[in-house]
């Protein structure tokens, strides 16, 4: 389990039609080497409607709040092995689902969309007990848009996570 905040790049202006929340997420990782896993994470992000008046002719030129759902399959390689920590880097793709209420000059529409999802990687993992380690993640997570639907075609999102994770029978 991983709890963490999000923050909206600067692509197309997200970072002024969004603002930062809360994310958090479940993985399940299997090694098939020391220092190589394929796995999965599921990831729950929430946004709030951006700051600032919207402006007729200046992008971008709505608000959004809402949230996106995310399944990924993933790739992971341990930089560091026969040891009780770990550095790594992790990349895959995936589906998500994006539900936000989109409010323009005209006024607010929910909206809703699945498409594709890129996630790309970093973080340290420790183990603190057998079975159990504590990670920190830092993650940079793609979803593709309808620019008709949201105003932009993607959503960027730096994600940052802290978390726990119980090893099944691994070590």
């Not at 689902?97 to 607010?108: E, N, P």
Request: net charge positive; charged share 20%; no cysteine.
């Amino acid at each position: 389990m991983r709890l963490g905040w999000q923050y909206p790049t600067a692509t197309d202006g997200l970072d002024t039609a969004v603002r930062s929340a809360p994310t958090g997420g479940f993985h399940y990782v299997r090694h098939l080497s020391d220092w190589f896993a394929w796995g999965t994470d599921f990831d729950f992000l929430l946004f709030r409607k951006g700051r600032g008046e919207l402006l007729a002719g200046r992008a971008p030129e709505q608000r959004l709040s809402g949230n996106t759902g995310a399944a990924f399959l993933t790739g992971r390689i341990n930089l560091v092995f026969d040891r009780p920590w770990t550095i790594y880097v992790k990349g895959g793709g995936g589906i998500h689902r994006t539900r936000a209420k989109v409010t323009t000059l005209a006024g607010s529409q929910t909206k809703s969309q699945s498409s594709l999802a890129i996630l790309a990687a970093g973080g340290a993992e420790a183990f603190i007990l057998k079975n159990v380690s504590l990670l920190f993640e830092a993650r940079f997570e793609s979803f593709h848009l309808d620019r008709n639907k949201f105003g932009f075609d993607t959503a960027e999102f730096l994600v940052y996570h802290a978390g726990v994770s119980y090893w099944f029978g691994q070590h």
